[in-house]
């Protein structure tokens, strides 16, 4: 059976720790979609892992597929199994190889792009996510299976390289080098495929995964990002390039919408709102100097609203892993979550960061939005109407602090009350049975309802 997992607000719901949590039972764990724009750290054997790209399954000894949906570069794959292996583990990865490549091109536009489209500018990145699905859209892209084969490979660069330079050198005004060669790539691109071929990476993606859940194996589809930064479904154009719901975990791995809906398909909650990047944010506390929109640093937001903000962020490490930016954050907003719950058909739902929330006299959740005088209940269709939307706040008695690993061993009972009546909220509003609530960073410090492929 499949189970997948995806993301139900704006990334960094925890969905890591989730995939970590259940893949135990996976034998094989697939991506489908993104590329090294997501970012997970797992722990294993007290060894820290920081991983982009290659599904954090491949850790622990399952097989991680990156499916045909993901957009893939070459360099981050063979540098995280590189890294892999020299710390004495084997991972097993496998490429679909209808999956697009990104090149170097792809990640130059992404920065140049991004420059020019000012109030615009999602805040990607920069990893050449969006120029990569543009090329695929626009059928002029790079497919892994090309890179197996030279001929084919050289005459897509011959065809689309030129392209690509009089865009960055004649529109944008932009040097080009190496980036923009067809020669150099031409080279480059084809060794990544000598070394795809010789360690035999490289899968029909759709097949290999059906012959395993023919076999009766586990396969676990691991979204990234999350459901508001979806292409389709998402705050367009605020979003990434790719379709992290439910239906693309179909699209993306060509394993049918009957295989992926006989599963379980599992929503991802961070108990609070963080983001990355731009754009309107109705229930956000304080702001974000250059995120915010419209926000100014000297005047800020209302005192106690900056301290809760602060306090949040802290608590729950809210700054970039990357960059070490600090992340927007706000209350759990509901609308968003129906919004969600819709989409994807959650039958599951993991409610992470309870722990971060503990300690507050009250915990706030936007229940509804004002919507030009009207109360609506899920998000409208543009990001425009979103931006004047004003959340209607329902407001739960704070819980305490407590001993979380305790919390985790002794299970669902043992989590403090009004904790236990917040998660029973978000779970009868959403229509979904809370299998599990992540109640600390740690591997064990989660409390296990319902094990999805039990
Ligand atoms: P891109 O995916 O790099 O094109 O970025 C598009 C938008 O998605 C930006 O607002 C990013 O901050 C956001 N984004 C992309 N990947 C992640 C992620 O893994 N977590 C949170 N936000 C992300």
């Not at 954090?56 to 399952?62: D, E």
């Not at 597929?65 to 292996?85: A, S, Y």
């Amino acid at each position: 059976m499949t189970v997948t997992i995806v993301g139900s607000q704006l990334g960094d719901e925890g969905k890591g720790g989730v995939v970590d949590l259940y893949g135990d039972a996976a034998d094989v764990v697939a991506r489908y979609q993104g590329g090294d724009n997501a970012g997970h750290t797992v722990v294993h054997d007290g060894e820290k892992y920081k991983l982009s790209l290659v599904p954090s399954g491949a850790v622990r000894g399952k097989i991680g597929v990156l499916g045909n949906g993901c957009v893939v570069n070459p360099e981050t794959l063979f540098d995280e199994i590189d890294t892999l292996r020299d710390r004495g583990l084997d991972p097993d990865v496998r490429v679909a190889e209808r999956a697009h490549v990104i090149l170097p091109y792809h990640r130059a536009l992404d920065g140049i792009e991004e420059e020019e489209k000012e109030d615009l500018a999602a805040g990607t990145t920069k990893r050449g996510i969006g120029p990569t699905y543009e090329d695929k859209a626009g059928r002029r892209g790079v497919r892994v299976g090309d890179l197996l084969d030279p001929d084919t490979l050289r005459e897509r660069l011959e065809y689309v390289v030129p392209q690509k330079k009089a865009l960055a050198e004649e529109v944008f005004d932009k040097e080009t080098g190496e980036a923009f060669d067809v020669d150099h790539l031409y080279d480059t691109y084809r060794e990544y495929g000598e070394r795809l071929a010789e360690e035999e990476m490289t899968v029909d993606c759709g097949t290999f995964l059906q012959e395993r859940i023919d076999a009766g194996e586990n396969v676990m589809l691991e979204g990234a990002q999350g459901t508001s930064l979806d292409i389709d479904h998402g705050v367009y154009p605020y979003v990434t390039s790719s379709n992290p719901t439910a239906g693309g975990a179909t699209v993306g791995t060509g394993l049918g919408p009957t295989v992926v809906g006989d599963g379980e398909v599992i929503g991802i909650v961070k108990a609070y709102l963080s983001r990355v990047g731009t754009g309107p944010l109705p229930t956000e506390l304080g702001g974000v100097e250059e995120q915010t929109p419209d926000y100014d640093a000297d005047e800020g937001a209302d005192a106690d609203e900056e301290e809760l903000a602060t306090y949040i962020r802290d608590e729950g490490g809210e700054y970039g892993t990357v960059t070490g930016r600090p992340r927007r954050v706000g209350w759990l907003d509901m609308p968003m979550l129906r919004h969600a719950a819709r989409a994807n058909g959650f039958t599951g739902l993991a409610v992470n960061h309870i722990d971060v929330l503990a300690g507050l006299d009250e915990v706030k959740v936007g229940h509804s939005y004002e919507f030009d005088g009207e109360e609506i209940f899920t998000m409208p269709p543009t990001t425009e109407q979103w931006g004047r939307c004003e959340a209607t706040f329902k407001t739960f008695e704070g819980w305490p602090d407590v001993d979380w690993a305790a919390v985790a061993e002794d299970g669902y009972e043992a989590i403090p009350e009004n904790a236990r009546t917040y998660l029973e909220y978000v779970s009868d509003e959403l229509d979904a049975p809370v299998y599990a609530v992540g109640v600390g960073p740690g591997r064990g410090e989660t409390v296990v309802v319902e094990n999805p492929y039990e």
